[in-house]
């Protein structure tokens, strides 16, 4: 079974300050890795997704990589802004179905 | 995102009641899922569809029903509510570029059972 892990569960840092954060996950047969944002109370949205053939996707100045032999993504944001605050999710997709990490609560402070 | 919605947003229930969740989609989408979010937990699939009338079990299944008689409508039922059944609950669609599935979600349900 899948297992999704994301560290570290929770991060603070001043605004402006560029930041990584991880996502590992035990079996690299995957199509895709997706990284999500939910902000309190409310739904997920879509950030960044790299197809299992791809190495890096850019948004902006959110820049995911994908390292599938060792089962490693990082979410790099350049710049970080309070308006970054929110909990940041990465997901895993095996066929039909997705495997979600526990997520990374990021709080940029002003 | 995807033209997603959930009904109802906010339910408190009794424990033994029947419950059923909506979940009501515009554009079409083969691919649509249940999830629960709890704290430690994340998200976990609980059932999911690809198609109409077409259904198979996630990782934490037990307890719930689904069923889907239109593209558009995937309905999430509880048979007999729990108190361990207390959760936010996402719909979410897939959708298909290429080879590429990217998960659009809905703004969730929050279910309190009592």
């Known amino acids: 079974k899948q297992e999704v892990t994301q560290i570290p569960a929770a991060l603070s840092v001043p605004e402006g300050e560029n930041l990584v954060l991880n996502c590992s996950f035990t079996?690299?047969?995957?199509?895709?890795l997706q990284w999500f944002r939910q902000d309190p109370g409310k739904g997920l949205t879509s950030l960044l997704l790299?197809?299992?053939?791809?190495r890096e996707q850019t948004s902006g100045r959110l820049n995911a990589s994908l390292d599938k032999s060792s089962g490693r993504s990082t979410l790099y944001i350049a710049a970080s802004q309070p308006g970054d605050s929110a909990t940041y999710l990465c997901?895993?997709?095996?066929?039909?179905?997705?495997?979600f990490g526990t997520g990374t609560s990021l709080t940029v402070i002003p | 995102d995807a033209g997603i919605t959930q009904s109802p947003r906010h339910k408190v229930t009794e424990t033994g009641t029947p419950v059923t969740l909506r979940c009501h989609q515009t554009?079409?989408?083969?691919?649509m899922y249940w999830y629960r979010q709890d704290p430690g937990h994340g998200l976990r699939l609980i059932h999911y569809?690809?198609?109409?009338?077409?259904?198979d079990k996630g990782e934490v299944s037990d307890g719930y029903s689904v069923s889907r008689s239109k593209t558009e409508d995937f309905l999430l039922t509880l048979e007999s509510a729990t108190s361990s059944q207390t959760s936010v609950y996402f719909c979410?669609?897939?959708?298909?570029?290429?080879?590429?599935?990217?998960?659009?979600f809905g703004p969730g349900t929050r279910l309190t059972v009592l």
């Open positions: 569809s690809y198609g109409v009338k077409d259904t």
């Open positions: 997901a895993v997709c095996t066929g039909n179905q997705f495997y």
């Open positions: 979410a669609i897939s959708e298909i570029s290429g080879v590429t599935d990217t998960q659009y």
């Open positions: 790299i197809q299992s053939s791809q």
């Open positions: 079996d690299s047969a995957i199509y895709n």
């Open positions: 554009e079409n989408h083969r691919y």
